[in-house]
């Protein structure tokens, strides 16, 4: 088959990183490419020279579209050629419409008048198109991930897209929402002939979806796979991805849960008056010293909203019940307190409230607890803080140049550690872990399943929210299951499967 673009011999530098080193890529028409490798191997990166973020004087190496060599300067000129990119971080905006977003910047609409009775149509057709049922006229912050997801498929498609580019589209999404963007693109293959490159962690979605795969390894393209050869399979794939054999994909923890009783949540009901609707409903949980408890829930069950409860009860909600830690009663309206009663919270959204883009790795990483690191003098030990901020890059295994460089520069994997590497520093007793292996690849899973365990077993307790089961599973040591917002029951480790969490989450 034909090549529909190919990359060759592609560098991209920036100041003190070789993000890309000399990589040719090329892909078939009509064929679903997987690219994968570890956080900061340079998938982004990649898809980012071939969309026109970074103009030809950024990068050396050449593209071609259908055998054309190309000058990329914006991707407005990529899109041109019929390639769209879908972001790890979703772009759309979310005061607007479903059907504004659609059109939002379209090329044939520019400059003329729109007649916007004709969008919500046209909007209509392709949401049929990716099977999204949503009236057009819905704001996107109305919508969950998943569906945003489903918009951005829609808006590439309006624009007549040949190559769709997803960075990680199913890092947010359950496993229900996955596989049907997962089939959309199989159909989109099948019936209209769209070729996409799919860049994904989950190496289970690349086994089962892609043809061809991509795999990078510090900046380098390592190997080509080919399904038609039977060769994409998980241990191969990892084994390129880190230069080593991983078997053991969840290690062993060695401590034992306590009975003593630390933390409690209790009849915690949550009214967001934004979306006017209870989104917690009279839930209670409790952790034991040292103990992982997993919180399950399908994408909207309450999970994230019972932690934001929890976690200082933002503006917008209305929040009744008790917060207990260590038998006393601690005042859960002010995130302030609860920090420094010691609950901690990392949270899914590292771009909107976990990190400091725009700072350095290590003003991020000290920034909660700084007040540890001012002397009798009330300045800042800045030895102390270098001292700590190496000290989390080492343990955590976070891919930077340097402390200084600004974390809006680092992979999506490795903001997600300094996310972890800054609540680990403020010493928590109670530790929420939000969704912290979205995005990161296996063998920082591995290193952060580590991390759990030689935290716990120091006495830390854990709450653990997570869509990925198996993990969820093999992580806690009891779980909650949420749906629609209640607390439906809960499961022992030996007693938890799957089967029986998608039942009670399903109810
Ligand atoms: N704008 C930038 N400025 C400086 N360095 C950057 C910038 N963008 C990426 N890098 C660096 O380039 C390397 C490759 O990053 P890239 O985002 O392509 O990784 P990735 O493979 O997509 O990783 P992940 O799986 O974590 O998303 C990393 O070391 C990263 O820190
Ligand atoms: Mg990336």
Partial sequence: MANILEMKNITKEFPGVKALDNVSFSVKHGEIHGIV???GAGKSTLMKVLSGVFTSNQFE?????????????????????????????????????VYENIFLGHQEVDGRFINWFEAIETANRYLKRVNLDVDPETKI??????????????????????????????AALNENESENLLQLLKELKQEQ???????????????????TVTILRDGKSVATLDSAKNEIKREVMVKHMVGRDISNVYPKRSNIVE??????????????????????????????KGEVVG???????????????????????????NVKLFGEDINFDSTRDVIEKGIAYVTEDRKNDGLILKQDVKKNITLVNLKTLVNQYKFINNHDEVNVSQKYIKDLNIKTPSQEQKVRNLSGGNQQKVSLAKWLFSNPKVMILDEPTRGIDVGAKFEIYTLINKLVEKGMSIIFISSELPELISMSDRIFVMAEGKIEGC??????????????ATK
Wanted: charged share 25%; no cysteine.
């Fill in 61 to 97: 190496g050449d593209i071609y579209v259908e055998n054309a060599l190309q000058n990329f300067e914006s991707t407005n000129d990529s899109e041109k050629q019929g390639i769209a990119i879908i972001y790890q971080e979703l772009a759309l905006f979310p005061e607007l419409t």
């Fill in 37 to 39: 490798g570890e956080n």
């Fill in 141 to 170: 912050r109305d919508l969950g991930v998943g569906k945003q997801q489903l918009v951005e498929i829609a808006k590439a498609l309006s624009k007549d897209v040949k190559v769709l580019i997803l960075d990680e589209p199913t």
């Fill in 259 to 288: 009975d003593e009783i630390i933390f409690e949540a209790q009849n915690i009901t949550a009214y967001n008056s934004r979306i006017k609707r209870e989104v917690v409903k009279d839930a209670s949980i409790n952790v034991k």
């Fill in 193 to 211: 002939g769209i070729t996409s490159i799919l860049i994904s962690h989950k190496l289970k979605e690349i086994e089962a979806v892609t043809n």
């Fill in 295 to 321: 919180l399950a829930g399908l994408m909207g069950a309450g999970r994230t909203e019972m932690a934001l409860s929890i976690f200082g009860n933002p503006k917008e909600y209305k929040v009744s019940g």
């Fill in 491 to 504: 499961l022992n480790h030996s007693e938890a499967t799957q089967e029986k969490i998608m039942q009670m």
